[in-house]
């Protein structure tokens, strides 16, 4: 299985930036074996990267989506428009998603299932705060957190679902300061819910999703964060915005 290497730029690089950014990218990946890697950039790039990574190795995905396929809600894209578009993956349940637009288990699961019934992919985030990992919440919350997000799914849909560790204590969300999580913590909080997907489906489900790391993985750090045997792969996000940077944790992907 590659691992999943996926950038969520968030609310970064417009048109031309971005642009300039896959130019310089593609010529840094030219020989990447064993990482599949995923572009997640604002809605108004999208149409310009696809254009930009045709007959490359990346893929294009969204860091949202509305439920519906149509109607009347101003602001957003359905997964009609993102596959429209030539999205082939989307980020659903993302930290700030949850925190800044009050997003909740019942609505993003509302998402999983319209990604899936779309033909997208679902890169689903879930992960604990710190007062939750204060009070020994983690696997409480994530498994609450995966038990409503996956409900009414199956273990056929499973197979294109990733599921993305994302705690958000982890986050350094461009604080100079900030201190990542150690791998072993990123392990534990992956094999926490590797378990659980055994439990809520079986041993083969839980062994063949990508459960991949999403807390301030960087060049420094993703090499051994990547090697941990339940770790399949990053959701990037501020260290996606340099090309080079970027490159050097793809280079860092193996085959799990």
């Given at each position: ?81 993102l ?48 007062e939750?990992r204060?009070n020994n ?114 280079k ?5």
């Open positions: 299985m590659r691992q999943l290497i996926a950038a969520n730029w968030k609310m970064n690089k417009a048109g031309k930036e971005a642009i300039q950014f896959i130019d310089e990218f593609k010529k840094l990946i030219k020989n990447i074996k064993y990482a599949e890697i995923v572009i997640c950039p604002s809605f108004t790039a999208l149409n310009e990267i696809k254009k930009s990574i045709i007959n490359s190795k990346i893929k294009l995905g969204a860091q949202n989506m509305h439920f519906e396929n149509s109607g009347a809600f101003t602001g957003e894209a359905s997964p009609l428009m596959k429209d578009v030539g999205c082939e993956y989307v980020i659903l349940g993302h930290s700030e998603r949850r925190e800044f637009f009050t997003e909740d288990d019942e609505l993003i699961n509302k998402k999983v299932i319209a990604a899936l019934n779309n033909g997208l992919c679902p890169i689903l985030c879930v992960g604990e705060n710190l939750q204060k919440k983690t696997k409480e919350v994530v498994e609450q957190q995966l038990r409503i997000c996956l409900k009414n799914i199956d273990k056929k849909q499973m197979t294109k679902i990733n599921i993305a560790y994302e705690p958000v204590w982890a986050i350094s969300r461009g604080d100079p300061n900030h201190k990542a999580a150690t791998p072993e913590d990123a392990e534990e909080g992956h094999k926490l819910i590797r378990n659980f997907l055994e439990k809520m489906f079986d041993s083969a489900t839980a062994k063949n999703t990508r459960v991949i790391y999403g807390g301030s993985m960087k060049p420094e750090n993703a090499k051994e964060l990547l090697s941990m045997p339940n770790i399949d792969g990053g959701l990037v996000g501020n260290a996606s915005l340099d090309a080079k940077s970027f490159a050097e944790i793809v860092s992907a193996k085959l799990n």
